[in-house]
């Protein structure tokens, strides 16, 4: 079976869609034929023994690039065609001209769905709509979601298409180390910086807190200007720094470095930095803007409604925690990500969904 994957983009700093991508093509490699069709990028991620296929998709040569998919999937005569993303116009081009030449979709929204997104530039949102996604959307033979959540956006919003949810997941074989010792009293964020991510809130939340000597580090990549005004207006609160972005062996140092990781994120689909954090040991506060209510059923972490007020109520009580207390909640969050998330897992329910379309 011969599966494409098309995705915007796999640049490094692209975040969660990126890590998903390399991750689920090192785990679907050794049972299918695997290729990933995305748009040129300055540092564009590898993945070994996985072919990648780059489209210039930045110029405007709409038709041109239009018969270049064409070209190319004339030649591979996929199986199967899954589309990672939507909104962007190229997503649904690949789509179409696959399904023009006969070949099934699976497409996987990532969260684009979600009350939140759809409520950023909704003009522009419905304009697209209007004039593509809504059909693509439609004529996806299966659409993929990662959690309960994101089936329920989906449906709200009138689709009925066939959906079933599998969740990311994380590759439990490249944690060579978890986090052995609490103490160091530092919370991080980890994750794009993006207006999305919530860290306004945060930083007014652990302002108004007494942290007493924990500090936060901020971790991320994202609009240089936007990060310029977060750094600005943290100036005159305590402990606070931003340490630039993190990647490869030095982010699985990072999360190791830290006590308890926070994503006050206004919306995630899946949110893989959580995943991640908690395969080391780390428990996590993050907002139920995600899926992860595990976070209280694993007794490894806090799931809350978004506000400075529950961020500060969760800061309080973690700065009050014992060591061993907030140890035990990384350990139960390492259970969680051993029953429920490993990336084989995951490869193996999409591969089944694959079988079951052709």
Known sequence: MKVIHFIGSIDKTGGGTTEYIRLLGNALKSSIELIVATGLSDSPITIDGVRIQFFDTK????????????????????????????????????????????????????????????????????????????????????????????????????????????????????????????????????????????????????????TKDWTLEIAGNGDENYILKLIESAQDIKNVSFVGAQYGEAKWDFLRSADVMVLPTYSENFGIVVAEALVVGIPVITTKGTPWQDLETYNCGWWIDLSVLNLKLKLEEIIDSTDDQIKTMGDNGRRLIKDKYDIKIVAKNLNELYQNLI
């Open 59 to 210: 110029v405007l040569r709409w038709f041109s690039l239009l018969n270049e998919f064409r070209v190319f999937l004339k030649a591979e005569s996929p199986d199967i065609v899954h589309i990672n993303g939507i909104w962007s116009p190229e997503n649904w081009g690949f789509q179409k001209i696959a399904q023009d030449l006969g070949v099934k979709v699976v497409l996987s929204p990532h969260g684009m769905l979600e009350t939140w997104i759809l409520a950023q530039n909704p003009w522009k949102k419905k304009i697209g709509l209007f004039i593509y996604q809504n059909k693509a959307i439609c004529n996806a033979q299966h659409l993929h979601a990662t959690a309960q959540m994101e089936k329920n956006s989906i449906r709200n919003l009138g689709y009925t298409n066939a959906i079933t949810i599998i969740p990311n997941g994380i590759d439990l074989s490249e944690i060579k180390k978890k986090k052995e010792r609490f103490g160091s009293k530092k919370m991080i964020f980890l994750s794009r910086i993006h207006p999305k991510k919530g860290i306004e809130l945060l930083l007014e939340a652990w302002g108004n807190t007494d």
